[in-house]
Structures are given as C-alpha cells and as structure tokens.
C-alpha cells in the first residue's frame, strides 16, 4: 500500500508538470522582430535572422512579425507592440523629434540601436518595354508607391516630390509582391521599391524582364538637397538579371530594439550573429546580411543611443567607434 501512494504521487506530479510545462526558468524569452511584408526586402532579412537566432540560442524565441515596412515597424516600437525592427535612419532621427509620419506617435526615445542593417536604395521599376526610361516619364501614369504604411511610401513620396512628380502620376498602396504582379500583368505601369536585391523585382526581372529607372545627376541634385538624407550611390550591374548599373538616391536601414529588451539578450543576439560563419550563413540567406556592421557612431548621430548589450559587445571587441 506504501508503495502504491509512492507511485500514486509520482504520477500525480507528473501530470502537474506536464499540465504546467517546465519550470519558469527554462521558459524561452519571446522576442517580436518587424520586417516587412512578403515580397520586401526586409520580410526575407528578419526571416533568416529569427530562425538562425532561434536555432542558435535557445533562451531566445525570435517572432518574426509581418508589417508594411520601415514606417509601421517605427510606430510600433514607439507603441511598444515590436521588441526589435527594421528602421531607416531618417525615421529614427523623425521619431525623436516627432517629424513627419511620426508628428502624433510617442518621442522616440525608447529606440536603440543594434547594427546597421544595409544601405538601402529606393527605385522605380517597370518593364523593359514600357516606354517609361527616364523618372519623368512617370507623368500620368499608374505607380505603385508601396504598401500602407511603409517606408517605400516614405520614399517614393519623398523622390516624386522632390523631382516635382508626386502630384503628376497616379499613386496606388499595393504589396510588394502585388505590385510586381500587377506590372507583369500591365494593371500598372510601375512601382517603388526601397532595397536591393528585393522579392518582388527579382522575380520579374526572371520572368518578364525588369527595367530600374534610372536617376541623373541634376536629379539626385534635387533629392539631396530636399532631403539630406539621401545620398547618390550605384545599384551595381547583376543585382537583378539584365539590369545594369543604375544610380539611385540611398539612405542607411537599422537593426533597431526597444529599450525594455534585457541587455543580456541583445547582448547574445549580437555576439552570435557577428560570428564569421553565423554572418555568412546570414548573408548567403539573403544579401542584404552581408552589408550588417556595427555603424554606431552614425547611429549615434541621429539622437539616438546604442542599445546597452550592443554597446558591451561592440566595446568588447574593439568595434566601438
């Protein structure tokens, strides 16, 4: 009977534990990271990194969370509804001064940076055989500016303006990977893109053909000195197939946390992904990985602080600048 109350308890613990899970301490972290959606650059970039993460780590469990893109990514870390995001510089620099798309959203500072991510251009894309090779052919027709909500709308808007186009074309918010098939299908004469290589271009450029609009001299003259932001950089030949180099207005994308992600984390997360072999499986994974650098001084530039757990490792290694 003894031995029977014995084997009696054992069982009934171990239903607790299976009922309850393991003990807290073995519980993974939870950690939300915002991309982009499906056919953006940043989509695939957070992809790949949450699952390396994840796989290499195992305290952590890294969420990757589907927004439109830079500027939603921004006012959510600003609400406190992401951990981590994929962030242009200018709108870390905007959400701290409450400028632009950010002017009702919280100050900004709760952002904190984690790495450069990449220099990102932003670009005008249609067929080859649209009649459109210069950025004022653009005039009365259907351009796709980006998805709701996004960066690439930050962008787009931005380049049209400054170029005196914005109120000149006939502007939809459509998906990266909508956009693409609509040019494909010629529902739409064009549409913006704010990376390179990115989805949605790629697989025209394999299927039907892409052309990058190209942009002049005279013309980034303009966009620089509206937004000086901006700066005049070469898409190189082979991003995309049959796309030659193109030149295109660029600006710096971050790897951005909230100020509330534990310094040990990002701590974890910066170590392991600055590892030679971890940063090339990322860069093979997609391109963009291959451009992440510590970056903290320009960073810092914007107003905002590095985040504590990337700060000890950066100092650490001798990367600090």
Request: proline share 7%; with cysteine.
């Amino acid at each position: 009977m003894k031995k029977h109350s014995w084997l009696t308890f054992g069982a009934i613990l171990a239903l607790v534990f299976v009922l309850a899970g393991p003990p807290a301490s073995q519980a993974k972290m939870n950690i939300s990271f915002g991309g982009s959606s499906p056919g953006g650059m940043m989509y695939y970039l957070v992809g790949a990194a949450g699952n390396i993460i994840t796989r290499e780590l195992p305290d952590y469990n890294i969420t990757q969370v589907t927004t439109g893109g830079s500027t939603e990514n921004c006012k959510r870390l600003l609400k406190g509804e992401l951990d981590m995001g994929i962030v242009y510089g200018p709108h870390v620099y905007m959400a701290l001064n409450n400028q632009g798309p950010f002017q009702k959203d919280p100050k900004g500072t709760m952002l904190r940076g984690v790495a450069k991510a990449y220099e990102g251009a932003s670009y005008a894309v249609t067929l080859p055989d649209s009649g459109i090779k210069k950025m004022d052919d653009l005039v009365g027709k259907t351009v796709a500016l980006g998805p709701p909500g996004s960066g690439t709308v930050f962008n787009s808007s931005n380049v049209l303006r400054a170029l005196g186009l914005l109120d000149k074309i006939k502007p939809r918010m459509m998906s990266f990977a909508d956009a693409g098939r609509a040019v494909e299908n010629r529902q739409i004469d064009a549409f913006f893109q704010s990376s390179a290589p990115a989805g949605a271009v790629t697989k025209l450029a394999e299927t039907k053909g892409a052309y990058c609009v190209p942009f002049t001299d005279a013309e980034m003259a303009k966009i620089v000195k509206a937004y000086p932001f901006y700066y005049a950089a070469i898409m190189k030949k082979g991003v995309y197939k049959g796309v030659p180099e193109t030149q295109m207005p660029y600006l710096t994308v971050y790897w951005v946390a909230h100020e509330r992600v534990p310094e040990k984390a990002i701590y974890d997360i910066v170590k392991l992904v600055f590892q030679p072999n971890i940063k090339k499986e990322m860069g093979d994974a997609h391109k963009g990985w291959k451009q992440m650098a510590p970056d903290t001084k320009r960073y810092r530039n914007l107003g905002s602080p590095v985040h504590p757990g990337a700060e000890k490792y950066y100092k650490e290694m001798g990367l600090w600048e």
